[in-house]
């Protein structure tokens, strides 16, 4: 047997595992996206799961945030509500004290663990993914971060669930609207929301910006057969991210 060839194979096998580890691990969460665009095979969110799981503390919801905020900046991946994003979402939970949160859009599970984490005993957060696979991983994300009891995750689309939020999920009205998905369909499950009688005035709305980005406050309006909805949107810090506070109904002309 020779063993110099036996020695040369053993390292190119060796060397060959330790750069596909390489890569998996630090431009996984980059390239894979990519990858399953044109294939759509791949399962970018199983990477980033794997990795909160690895290095986040269990049972901590600051911990599994702040390991997916350090992947997302490593891997310079954005993150829609990390950042000053993040902050303005933990201010509107704090200033507002809502009872009853929903969410359109769960994805990983990101927000919904930034929401849940500041929620009152008692609160709860709704938060709807139409994605299994989505879901599940965002399921699992809670879960790591203790966090199942007070956020559940709903697999349907909007138009599917809003409609009985109040038989199925004990729903009589929605504190806060987390919009982060389609932005063509946002008036559209705003108006569905307020059809089931489920905002009350002063309820806020988080959303990516409505129209074009300004630098002042506007308004976002529409009816819904004899009553208008008015909502103030203010950018924050200059992106595209509104915090808008609803109500004012009165009867149109």
């Known amino acids: 047997m020779n063993w110099s060839y036996l020695g040369t194979a053993l390292v190119i096998i060796v060397v060959i595992r330790l750069v596909k580890a390489y890569i998996s691990n630090r431009w996984g969460p980059v390239l894979v996206p990519m990858l399953e665009k044109v ?70 599970g990101y927000t919904a663990v930034r929401i849940g984490r ?21 399921e699992e994300m809670l879960q790591l971060a203790g966090l199942q009891d007070k956020v559940t995750v709903i697999t349907a689309d909007a138009d599917d669930v809003i409609p009985h939020l109040t038989k199925k999920y ?43 980005s300004q630098d002042t406050d506007h308004t976002v309006e529409y009816n819904t057969g004899a009553e208008k909805f008015e909502c103030i949107l203010k950018p924050v810090d200059g992106d595209d991210t509104s915090v808008g506070r609803g109500g ?6």
């Open 39 to 108: 294939f759509g095979t791949t399962k970018w969110e199983e990477l980033v799961l794997q990795h909160v799981k690895k290095h986040a503390v269990a049972g901590d919801p600051d911990s599994v945030m702040q390991t997916f905020d350090n992947l997302c900046t490593t891997r310079k991946w954005t993150l829609k509500t990390a950042g000053k994003r993040g902050e303005m979402i933990d201010s509107v939970i704090c200033d507002t004290k809502p009872q009853v949160c929903l969410e359109m859009g769960t994805s990983c």
């Open 118 to 138: 500041l929620l009152a005993p008692g609160a709860r957060l709704l938060t709807l993914e139409p994605n299994p696979q989505l879901a599940r991983v965002s």
């Open 170 to 212: 004990d729903v009589t009205n929605i504190d806060i609207v987390f919009l982060d998905y389609w932005k063509d369909s946002y008036i559209r499950d705003l108006k569905l929301i307020e059809e089931h009688g489920l905002l009350k005035n002063g309820f806020v709305v988080v959303t990516e910006q409505i129209g074009d």
């Open 248 to 253: 004012g109904h009165h009867r149109s002309s």
